[in-house]
């Protein structure tokens, strides 16, 4: 009995895992484009290891004045311009959203909004590669789910790493 019980939660463990494998993978191929505009930081703590901390504009005009310990999870509403950058609309009401507006998850952490993730992570001595980071680029799901693909910088251009 142990050893089908055993067998059996295996087998489900793998079959989440794939599962959302499967809808990353479908949101990293269709998801559509966001670009979010990083909030300024202080450059000394900008570059830690091998990670960038990343805080977003939106956020800071949807969250404005706000006590972070009342909120809850939940979505606001950016407008996309032409560029693909998203402005704050409002917080989700339910409402049909236009054809330039996205659904945005949001989820607060330790007092602070967080839009899939708060840090970009790197290869170590990769740092000054993205230093000119002024947008988070993201793939962004009808629901809302989204996930961070990239950084770019204040032309919109793709940061990578650059060989010496």
């Known amino acids: 009995m142990r050893r089908i019980t055993l067998v059996v939660t295996t087998l ?27 909030a300024p ?15 977003f504009q939106v956020a800071n005009h949807a969250f404005a004045g706000q006590n ?11 407008a996309v311009d032409e560029r693909d950058v998203a402005s704050f609309v409002r917080f989700d009401d339910g409402s049909t959203l236009a054809e330039n507006e ?7 952490r330790n007092g602070q909004s967080r839009f899939a993730t708060n840090a970009f992570f790197f ?23 989204s996930i961070l693909t990239r950084l770019r910088d204040e032309q919109l251009n793709v940061l990578t790493h650059k060989e010496k």
């Open 102 to 108: 996205v659904l945005l998850r949001y989820r607060i």
């Open 12 to 38: 489900l463990l793998l079959a989440a895992v794939n599962v959302t494998i499967y809808q990353r993978e479908t949101l990293l191929s269709s998801g559509r484009v966001v670009l979010l505009e990083l």
């Open 41 to 55: 930081v202080d450059p000394r703590s900008l570059m830690q290891g091998d990670y960038m901390a990343l805080r």
């Open 123 to 145: 290869q170590e001595g990769h740092a000054r590669d993205y230093e000119q980071a002024k947008f988070g680029e993201f793939r962004v799901a009808r629901d809302g789910e």
């Open 68 to 78: 972070f310990m009342k909120l809850e999870d939940g979505y606001l509403v950016v």
